[in-house]
Every structure is written in structure tokens, then in C-alpha cells.
């Protein structure tokens, strides 16, 4: 299950090529962040000359051009977090 790597406010940038055009190179904001569909992170999206709001998912985001808040949490070693469960305080009947 993918987590989403970018956060609300952060700035980035549409993939080009196929349906989108010259103009949609230009950055937009990130609004919210929308629950995952067929294990696809959605975002949805704002460009600061439009009024519409627009529903994308992270295949369509070019990671390059791209800042994230999330790209920092993403990088924490697994070691370093604690899980809640306790394996040896769980007993089981037999």
C-alpha cells in the first residue's frame, strides 16, 4: 500500500506529454489529499490562474521539477521507528 509523498501546500509539477499541453508546465499547489484508488495516491490540485480544481494521481506528478514535504519522511530508516505492537507481551491460549 503506497504511501502519499506529497503534502497539502506543496508545489508541483504536471508530467507532459499525450493530452497535456505546453501549458501545463507551469506549477500548481496541492489542495488536499484524497484516499488511495486501485493502490494509486490522489491528490487534488490547483493552478493559481484557474478556478477549477483538479483530481490527479501521483504517476501524473514529475517527481523532478517537483517539491514534497512527505520526501523526507519517506526517507527515515524503518529501524528507527517503533511499532505499538509488542510481540512478547502477547499471549495466546492453548
Same mark, same amino acid.
Given at each position: 500500500m503506497p504511501r502519499h509523498l506529497y503534502s497539502v501546500g506543496d !508545489?508541483?509539477? #504536471? &508530467?507532459?506529454?499525450? #493530452? /497535456? !499541453? *505546453? &501549458?501545463?508546465? /507551469? *506549477?500548481c499547489r496541492? #489542495? !488536499?489529499v484524497l484516499p488511495e484508488t486501485y493502490g494509486m495516491a490522489q491528490y487534488r490540485i490547483r493552478f493559481d490562474d484557474e478556478n477549477c480544481e483538479r483530481r490527479i494521481t501521483e504517476a501524473e506528478i514529475d517527481n523532478e521539477l517537483s517539491t514534497a514535504t512527505g520526501k523526507k519522511e519517506r526517507s527515515r530508516p524503518a529501524a528507527s521507528v517503533s511499532s505499538w505492537i509488542n510481540p512478547s507481551a502477547i499471549k495466546t491460549r492453548k
Open positions: !508545489s508541483v509539477f #504536471l &508530467k507532459t506529454g499525450g #493530452l /497535456r !499541453s *505546453p &501549458k501545463s508546465e /507551469r *506549477p496541492i #489542495l !488536499s
